[in-house]
């Protein structure tokens, strides 16, 4: 009788080493379906030549539109803070900008519209400014 239950019990280890190995096999199937998504994804980027167009909602001084579009492009912003900012702290207001890169990709929709959110310092030769990117989208505009 103890013969009997040791082979059931062999039979249910080998269902679940099977079941086991088989969840094992879907989940590497889907990592890499979707790895592929992704690097197909990248492959429609267009690199060179593509212009991108930056709009303020809000009316932006000359000097804060090019340190908020120094920041969005990825680039250092070379003016100091400001040194009543450094006694006072800033005086901060928040602005939504809009980044319209052209012909971005290789297929329609071609256009690529980043929505970002830029607080930044409203005092004279303060550069202060942190943004985030609400919305990453591809739109029809070519």
């Known amino acids: 009788m103890a ?12 269902f679940r080493k099977i ?21 197909s994804s ?7 030549g593509f212009k991108t167009e930056i709009v303020f909602e809000d009316d932006v001084c000359r000097e804060k539109a090019e340190l908020i579009t120094a920041v969005i492009n990825g680039e250092e912003s070379a003016s100091p803070r400001s040194i009543v900012c450094l006694f006072a702290g800033h005086t901060t207001t928040t602005t939504t900008v809009y980044a319209t890169t ?9 256009c690529r519209e980043q929505i970002y959110r830029i607080i ?5 030769g303060c550069s202060y400014n942190t943004g985030s990117i609400i919305a990453d989208l591809r739109i029809h505009c070519c």
Do not use: D, Q, W
């Open 102 to 110: 052209h012909n971005y990709y290789t297929t329609s929709p071609k």
């Open 120 to 124: 930044y310092c409203t005092r004279s």
């Open 42 to 48: 990248e492959s429609e980027r267009r690199v060179p």
């Open 3 to 14: 013969h009997l239950c040791r082979k059931g019990m062999g039979k249910k280890m080998i």
């Open 19 to 39: 079941l086991l190995k088989t969840i094992a096999i879907f989940m590497a199937v889907c990592m890499v379906v979707s790895l592929g998504g992704i690097a």
